[in-house]
């Protein structure tokens, strides 16, 4: 079946603009999670939602990041006024219930490029 | 979640079992320990996970020491497909669906 997607593939952006990175996950996942992966390092932990709703949002750096699902599949990362050292891949992923036993299916990611 | 350490790479000879290291020497009772991979420019793909019993699925076995301090992963017949990244990650259990918290991982190179 059909895995996590993420759109755009890759983002090159200029610093101060704004971007949204979307996510897909697997139907019927009700967990989704949002992480960001800079060169050499593993993936870090930005926020996580249970349904609609931000169950763990301790991950995101500052206030400029913000993410959204509101119907419970979606999900948007928005990102304001982009910085340089915001250049990374953004990784979205996916869970099928509230079991914290569950793998995490991870899409291929967003590669952002803030020039 | 306790802290993983991990060799920061490792080689093996294609056909040979890779054995991955791992300590979590402050691993408490109710965590386990999982085992993700990241190929090359793609997402981390679940290995296997275990408490305290070895665990052994279609990819790989999971051997955890019996104090829980130290794990190894083993792929058995390492191909040049399993060149990845692969992180050891120990995680509380909540009830519910956490997040995973990453190392630096162990950069495994498969050569002929």
């Known amino acids: 079946g059909a895995g996590v997607s993420q759109t755009p593939s890759n983002k090159v952006t200029e610093k101060g603009k704004y971007v949204e990175l979307r996510c897909d996950p697997i139907?019927?996942?009700?967990?989704l999670y949002w992480y960001r992966q800079s060169l050499g390092q593993g993936p870090e932990f930005l926020i996580y939602f249970q349904g609609t709703g931000a169950a763990d949002d301790s991950g995101l750096p500052n206030d400029r990041f913000f993410a959204v699902r509101p119907e419970g599949s979606v999900s948007t990362l928005k990102i304001q006024r982009t910085e340089r050292g915001d250049s990374a891949v953004y990784l979205c992923?996916?869970?099928?219930?509230?079991?914290?036993?569950?793998?995490?299916?991870f899409g291929p990611g967003t590669r952002l490029t803030v020039l | 979640d306790a802290k993983t350490t991990q060799p920061p790479s490792m080689d093996c000879a294609e056909g040979r079992a890779a054995n991955l290291p791992c300590n979590h020497s402050t691993i408490s009772g109710n965590e386990y320990v999982y085992w993700y991979r990241q190929i090359h420019s793609q997402g981390p793909q679940y290995i296997i996970h275990?408490?305290?019993n070895n665990e052994t699925n279609e990819m790989a076995s999971l051997i955890i020491t019996e104090d829980r301090k130290s794990s190894t992963l083993i792929l058995p017949h390492a191909t040049l497909r399993d060149t990845a990244v692969y992180y050891c990650i120990v995680r509380g259990y909540t009830g519910t669906a956490s997040k995973l918290t990453f190392g630096t991982g162990t950069r495994l190179q498969v050569t002929l």
């Open positions: 992923a996916s869970s099928p219930d509230r079991n914290t036993y569950n793998e995490q299916f």
């Open positions: 139907s019927g996942h009700t967990a």
């Open positions: 275990g408490l305290k």
